[in-house]
């Protein structure tokens, strides 16, 4: 069905006499990349090597890719037009290496990257600190959003339950770090309608979850899929995946 409207698009678009309008802008999808630790380990999919990451990120700079950050999102679900060739680059869970890894190359490349954090394991051994997201808030290239308090799969707490991991969560970023999170994301990619009734109802504006594939204002915006980047996908599926998004 997806695949049938991009069709159909693709040929409006060849149509004699189209013009565009804001409706079709509202259709337009985005990347958005999710990535967990940036470090050497062979034995597991979720750990990207630094010098991976780099080539990734040197090649979204060298392309003219325009990263954003979900606050910058705001509006794109009723149509307003987003820069030439967006990208969202999301780290999950906010491990130590985000900063001794990452953070230098996202400087140096000025790639703006969202990391969800859980806030309850702030501070925690492997984990960031609060004085590190400050530090790469400061600089403009990250922000952070919320993984919730403790991780938990929301779909198997009560209402009172999921209140709590996503309020408790949203407040603590304010207290922290001075700003309101706009943006949620999945612990296990897990949701079901109430959860994303319970995510809009704290004040989230967005939420992702790990399904496969470009966001896109259909998918509605508490449900928007992302591109999980292994440590074994090779170059060349990364940039088909980034076409397939309309870069
Ligand atoms: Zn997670």
Not at 153 to 178: F, M, P, W, Y
Not at 217 to 241: D, N
């Amino acid at each position: 069905m997806k695949k049938l409207s991009r069709i159909l698009f693709a040929l409006l678009l060849l149509a004699p006499g189209y013009r565009g309008s804001a409706r079709d802008l509202a259709a337009r999808p985005v990347p958005i990349l999710l990535y967990h630790s940036v470090s050497e380990d062979t034995g597991n999919p979720l750990k990207l090597g630094p010098s991976r990451f780099e080539e990734q990120m040197e090649y979204l700079r060298s392309k003219g890719f325009h990263p954003l950050f979900f606050s910058d999102l705001s509006g794109w679900e009723k149509g307003r037009p987003l820069p030439a060739k967006p990208v969202l680059i999301t780290l999950d869970d906010g491990y130590a290496d985000n900063y001794a890894a990452a953070y230098p190359i996202l400087r140096r490349t000025g790639m703006k990257t969202t990391v969800f954090s859980i806030t309850g394991e702030i501070g925690k051994p492997g984990y960031l600190t609060w004085g590190q997201l400050r530090e790469m808030e400061a600089s403009g290239v990250v922000r952070a959003e919320s993984h919730t308090v403790s991780h938990p799969n929301l779909t198997r707490l009560d209402a009172g339950g999921k209140r709590r991991e996503l309020i408790e969560s949203r407040r603590e970023i304010v207290r922290q770090l001075g700003h309101r999170p706009v943006a949620l994301a999945y612990p296990y990619g897990a949701y079901d309608a109430e959860t994303e009734e319970a995510v809009r109802l704290a004040g989230y504006r967005f939420a992702v979850t790990g399904e496969t594939g470009c966001a896109d204002p259909s998918q509605g915006r508490f449900t928007l899929h992302r591109i999980l980047v292994t440590s074994g996908m090779p170059m060349e599926e990364f940039r088909g995946w980034l076409r397939d998004c309309g870069g």
